[in-house]
């Protein structure tokens, strides 16, 4: 899956992705100002599932499972809007507040404080992948040197 790398370019389907990467406070207080501005009802608790993880094998190209993995997923309807996300490990809260935003914004119910708060997830998101990079490069061993 490609993310958006774009201010301009998010659509809906990466709400779920970034907006467990942005702020937790802002994330709980946003979700709290949709709850008691639109009536929220819980269609699908916050449930564990497990979901295969597909791995395509470079020599071959042929598929196979590498494992599973543990997710939480929920579903809310905000008004007429439903929204659904699914967060990885066991995270009940934070499955059914990325939910509840995905609905709001599906029904035009604070989508820019939405979207900024996407682009908050964005930015840590890609900030923490750069992060990672650096400690893995200083990993690096140089064979010339050897």
Known sequence: M????EKNTME??????????ADPKTLHNLC???EKSQ???????????TLLLPV????T???????????TSAIVQVGSSKGWAMVMDEDPELAQK?????AAYAADIEKEAIA???EDGRKRYEHLTRELATQVETTRVSFDLL
């Open 12 to 21: 809906r389907e990466h709400l779920n992705f970034y907006l467990q990467k």
């Open 98 to 102: 990325v939910a509840v935003l995905d």
């Open 39 to 49: 009536p929220v009802t819980l269609l699908q608790e916050p449930t564990l599932q």
């Open 116 to 118: 900024a708060l996407v």
């Open 32 to 34: 709290c100002k949709v």
């Open 56 to 59: 395509t094998d470079p020599v």
């Open 61 to 71: 190209k042929g598929s196979f499972y590498a494992g599973e993995i543990l997710v």
């Open 2 to 5: 490609e993310y958006p790398r």
